[in-house]
């Protein structure tokens, strides 16, 4: 229940093209849904995050979709550069405790090529 | 100017040494965690402290230490290093807002 499921594992995406990863998760209770950009030897840092009050966000060419219904949330990365080649982690968080722990999805190796 | 930084950035040791992985931030955070990367890149949470008290504690061998001398510092001591240990070791801070910002990791490899 505390699962969050990520797809697909890996993407390759031409430049200027649409990248979309999509993630689900069991818990309804989550109420904090970021995503996390990685690149190789480096830590994930936070690219954008929703809570489940708002269906979409957007920020720049990044924008998160939500389905509270489906229990579903997905990123959408638009005009994809091949400066977006990373590995990309969504996320979610159940406030108990203030304690904030981050579940993980699996990660999404994603190649934009030239 | 480094926010979250940790030290050592790789670690090399053989089976059944002790090591330990120092984290500090400069963010004036609360709450401190240590995750574990896989070599999948799976991301697990292991240890958190809100305020030098402990608050998060998932199923990791008792081999694993945390200790947060103060607000902003978060140890880690690994006790009798076993092969499946390698992995990359991160440290985080959060805000208030749940926002959590990653170190650059510690690359431990065991031989």
């Known amino acids: 229940q505390q699962q969050v499921k990520q797809s697909p594992q890996s993407l390759i995406v031409q430049k200027g093209g649409i990248s979309i990863i999509n993630c689900a998760y069991e818990?309804?209770?989550?109420?904090?849904f970021p995503w996390y950009q990685q690149f190789p030897g480096k830590g994930p840092a936070l690219l954008i995050a929703?809570?489940?009050?708002?269906s979409e966000k957007k920020e720049g060419r990044f924008t998160i979709s939500f389905n509270k219904s489906a229990k579903q949330f997905s990123l959408h990365i638009m005009d994809s550069q091949p400066g977006d080649s990373a590995t990309y982690f969504c996320?979610?968080?159940?406030?108990?405790?203030?304690?904030?722990?981050?579940?993980f999805g699996q990660g999404t190796t994603l190649q934009v090529k030239p | 100017d480094t926010a979250v930084s940790q030290t050592p950035k790789y670690l090399v040791t053989q089976m059944g040494n002790d090591k330990s992985i120092k984290c500090e931030q400069n963010?004036?955070?609360?709450?401190m965690y240590w995750y574990k990367q896989d070599s999948k890149k799976f991301l697990k949470i292991m240890f958190s402290?809100?305020?030098?008290?402990?608050?998060i504690n998932e199923t990791v061998p008792n081999r694993f230490s945390p200790k947060s001398p103060d607000k902003a510092h978060l140890n880690l001591h690994i006790n009798s290093l076993e092969l499946g240990d390698s992995a990359v070791y991160f440290c985080?801070?959060?805000?208030?807002?749940?926002?959590?910002?990653f170190g650059p990791g510690t690359r431990l490899l065991v031989l």
């Open positions: 985080a801070s959060k805000t208030v807002q749940e926002t959590q910002y």
């Open positions: 818990n309804t209770a989550f109420d904090y």
């Open positions: 929703i809570r489940p009050d708002v």
């Open positions: 996320a979610a968080s159940l406030f108990l405790r203030n304690t904030g722990k981050l579940i």
């Open positions: 963010l004036g955070h609360d709450t």
């Open positions: 402290y809100n305020n030098k008290e402990l608050i």
